[in-house]
């Protein structure tokens, strides 16, 4: 805490750059915390011209009964009632800088878990975690670009592993479709999903369909139309071609 006190006040300390503005950069928007693991590291940066006062907001996605998943927060939990602890939750990244955030997760692995974890920038209030004044904080409104009135935040996914994962995927051609289904009890992704409509030509940009346990794909498959792809499940990947 001590150390997060004298970074906020050098930081606060600077000149603020004139017509300036936050820019943060979350890297990867999926995270895996592997079976093997209770921690991870997320690295955060500001590419910006400004500091960047970026509030971390945690949901878990529970699964209803129809199959659909609601959003439930974690912030207004007790910090022993949490599953996922994010520290700290409150960070300010200088411009062109970088902070990292830890992710402990400590609650049950009996079956894969899902977290959604949002990283807004804020304008810093005396009283609200980053031990900022009220002046201070008009000032650093002030110094941010005219017309700046809301700053770009972004969302990601954390995907805690079961204890025991299990990576099976049924990859079928059948009836003019290939049927993707994932069997296992852990996401798989199929990496470089790539489509052409004719032998290596007329090709789309590789993308990366995300797939959850239980679920089931199927793209149309035609005489000319061909398709490429990796099944990625923790460390284990099998290449597909049709």
């Given at each position: 805490m001590k150390n997060f006190l004298i970074l906020a006040a050098a930081l606060l300390l600077q000149p603020w750059?004139?017509?300036?503005?936050?820019?943060?950069?979350?890297?990867?928007?999926s995270d895996?915390?592997?079976?093997?693991?209770?921690?991870?590291?997320?690295?955060?940066?500001?590419?910006?011209?400004?500091?960047a006062f970026v509030k971390v907001s945690v949901w878990e996605l529970v699964r209803a009964a129809d199959g659909s998943y609601q959003e439930v927060p974690m912030d207004n939990q007790a910090v022993a009632q949490r599953g996922l602890i994010v520290s700290p939750a409150r960070l300010i990244v200088p411009a062109g800088g970088m902070q990292a955030v830890r992710l402990l997760y400590r609650g049950?692995?009996?079956q894969e878990r899902y977290y959604r974890l949002r990283f807004n920038p804020v304008m810093p209030q005396s009283g609200d975690g980053f031990a900022v004044s009220e002046r201070d904080g008009e000032d650093y409104k002030a110094s941010l670009s005219t017309g700046v009135?809301?700053?770009?935040?972004?969302?990601?996914?954390?995907?805690?592993?079961?204890q025991q994962p299990r990576f099976e995927v049924d990859v079928q051609e059948k009836a003019g479709q290939i049927v993707v289904r994932n069997t296992g009890n852990?996401?798989?992704?199929l990496d470089r999903f790539r489509v052409c409509e004719?032998?290596?030509?007329?090709?789309?940009a590789p993308v990366v369909h995300t797939m959850l346990p239980g679920a089931v794909r199927?793209?149309?498959?035609t005489a000319q139309r061909q398709y490429s792809f990796d099944v990625i499940g923790g460390s284990h990947s099998k290449r597909y071609e049709f």
């Open positions: 750059v004139a017509h300036a503005a936050p820019r943060i950069n979350i890297g990867a928007l895996f915390l592997d079976a093997s693991s209770a921690t991870q590291v997320k690295r955060i940066y500001n590419t910006g011209t400004s500091t049950e692995r009996e009135q809301v700053m770009a935040g972004y969302g990601s996914l954390l995907y805690v592993r079961p852990s996401t798989v992704q004719g032998k290596g030509a007329d090709c789309k199927s793209f149309e498959k």
